[in-house]
């Protein structure tokens, strides 16, 4: 696990090295145990690296003869081919798996990231064209922001990091306030800050004295195709994937954690007890009044359960929302954030199954994205979080312009079917930026490499490649994944676990409803939107379109409290909200 950020002055003149060394301790979290900054012809780099393997394998930034400069946060995962392949025609001098992103630019120039087999986010300066190229890896895993005026073009690896300085201003953009609010979070290459920007998955910038001039993607499901595996077919393909998928990364030398915080992750811990054995520790949060039976059903080498109660859950909240680069209305972060600061001193590896939920077509919304269209079938809701709310602003109208065009622009995939554009428009737009982002950037500060074996192309590829009748079968959604977890363990019962965490969270919410909506509705950023009793209503009333709403407002305003106003942390959200700087 690496951080990474940059300075390109647009003059060409050399970039301060004040800024690069407040960039470098604004990155300390992502990396302790190694860092550099390098300079020349008007770009400073810097790296900030966790060490997974010696530190005598190299250093960053690295530079080469031919005038190529780097820093990486990267897993390449087919090192050991390049490496083969150049080895008669490169003369490599380090270990650093980065390193055979030099000979691959120099055969394939900017599109070397179509050979590149992993999780990244790359920037790779070339001073004999003298351009910055700045990439990402298609499944979104590894971030990557930036920002730019008329004197510099910086980016680094979180928002957190381009907010601590001067020049960028903490300006919260319109429409992805909107979009924030409505769909959960922003859509594009906008963020929430009007002045910063992302990287989108896949997406290569070639940038010279501080201007874009050339921007191409490589998108996670472009050679998706329908499956038409049978269900018990699909028994054997998915774990056989899975295997796949375990079996390509290095074997770890030291213990590994798993979260058993979802169904899916389940299946991916009984596969890495299998392949790791003893180096494999499972941990999940006991909530309170969740059953311990399901410790006497699984059975993995270790597996530990941590009690989780109320007041551990609105101590811990602040802390999330400090954490995150956008508001996240995700309360069960908070149970993320609570396991990980529990395990940080023993491991280093986290293991997750996150993004099942998108690949199984285990949402509610996909049943109407499998009708036939004229059965009210389509491909994404038609109304935001709180469009379901009555009186809503009408400041919030007109957010979804740009997840129109994104859905617009999959139409023309007619291989796909309405579920599978739906399962992509999904990944692409929102679980990316809301799910991946929040859960990397949580682990990320407790000094964990999180790992998410179910986006390797070969498992997506076996999830989202199943028949739509097996994913969603007599209104059952994600029935072919389920089925697949009763086959593997029969007296387990998995299908109720996200609800049964998510109804205490909400009983949580709703019983400090009262203290919570008066807080957040004498937010100044909350009462520029919404009135007073709009906010009562939303933490009052108990359906769940409500109580989305809340826990939106919420997680919004501890967010703006934390970013916006500066405002550090306490352990305790009741105060956090209403803590003045």
């Avoid at 300390?28 to 012809?41: V, Y």
């Avoid at 980016?155 to 903490?170: D, G, H, M, Q, T």
């Avoid at 494999?280 to 410790?295: A, I, N, P, V, Y």
Wanted: a neutral charge; charged letters at 25%; one cysteine or more.
């Amino acid at each position: 696990m690496s951080g990474i950020a940059g300075v390109l002055t647009v003059d060409g003149s050399e970039p301060p090295e004040d800024l690069l060394h407040t960039l470098s301790a604004m990155l300390l979290r992502r990396g302790k145990d190694d860092q550099g900054i390098t300079i020349q012809n008007g770009l400073g780099l810097v790296h900030r690296r966790l060490s997974l393997a010696p530190l005598e394998a190299g250093h960053q930034p690295l530079c080469n003869e031919s005038k190529l400069t780097l820093v990486a946060d990267c897993r390449l995962l087919n090192t050991q081919s390049l490496r083969e392949r150049f080895a008669a025609s490169y003369g490599f001098s380090t270990n650093l798996e980065s390193e055979t992103i030099f000979p691959l630019y120099e055969k394939y120039g900017a599109e070397f990231t179509h050979h590149l087999f992993g999780m990244y986010a790359i920037a790779l300066y070339d001073g004999h064209a003298d351009e910055l190229i700045l990439t990402r890896d298609p499944a979104g895993i590894k971030p990557l922001y930036y920002f730019s005026d008329n004197d510099y073009f910086i980016f680094a690896s979180e928002i957190k990091v381009l907010l601590s300085l001067e020049r960028v201003r903490p300006d919260i953009d319109r429409q992805g306030r909107k979009e924030s609010l409505q769909y959960g979070t922003t859509v594009g290459e906008k963020t929430i800050i009007h002045d910063i920007k992302t990287v989108l998955p896949g997406e290569t910038l070639i940038i010279q004295k501080g201007k874009i001039l050339k921007v191409f993607q490589d998108r996670p499901f472009d050679d998706l195709k329908p499956n038409k595996l049978s269900l018990k077919n699909s028994f054997e393909e998915v774990p056989a994937a899975l295997c796949e998928a375990l079996a390509d990364l290095d074997e770890p030398k030291q213990n590994v954690a798993c979260s058993l915080e979802r169904p899916g992750d389940y299946l991916l811990a009984d596969t890495l007890d299998k392949c790791y054995g003893e180096r494999t520790h499972c941990f999940s949060l006991l909530l309170d009044g969740e059953s311990e039976d399901r410790k006497h059903h699984f059975k993995v080498t270790h597996l530990t359960e941590i009690a989780f109660n109320e007041h551990d859950f609105w101590r811990t909240l602040p802390f999330v929302a400090a954490t995150l680069d956008d508001p996240c209305n995700i309360p069960e972060r908070a149970l993320t954030y609570y396991l990980a600061k529990q395990l940080k001193t023993d491991y280093t590896l986290l293991f997750s199954a996150l993004g099942t939920k998108v690949l199984n077509a285990d949402i509610p919304f996909f049943k109407v994205a499998k009708r036939f269209k004229l059965l009210g079938g389509r491909a994404l809701p038609r109304r935001g979080i709180f469009q379901y709310i009555r009186d809503t602003p009408l400041f919030l109208n007109n957010w979804s312009g740009d997840i129109n065009k994104a859905k617009l622009e999959l139409e023309k995939h007619n291989e796909l079917s309405r579920l599978q554009k739906s399962q992509v428009l999904e990944y692409e737009n929102r679980f990316v930026t809301q799910n991946l982002a929040s859960f990397e950037r949580i682990t990320t500060c407790h000094g964990f490499e999180a790992r998410f074996p179910f986006l390797d192309p070969k498992v997506r590829y076996a999830l989202m490649g199943l028949n739509d009748s097996l994913k969603i079968h007599h209104g059952q959604i994600g029935f072919a994944f389920y089925e697949l977890l009763r086959h593997k363990f029969p007296t387990l019962d998995l299908s109720s676990l996200c609800h049964f965490k998510r109804a205490k969270l909400n009983q949580w919410l709703r019983n400090k409803a009262s203290r919570l909506s008066a807080l957040v509705a004498h937010q100044e950023e909350v009462e520029a939107i919404f009135s007073r009793d709009f906010v009562r209503d939303a933490f009052s009333c108990k359906d769940d379109n409500h109580t989305q709403a809340a826990w939106t407002l919420l997680m919004y305003a501890l967010w703006h409290q934390a970013h916006i106003k500066g405002i550090k942390p306490i352990p305790d959200t009741l105060s956090f909200l209403s803590a003045k700087n």
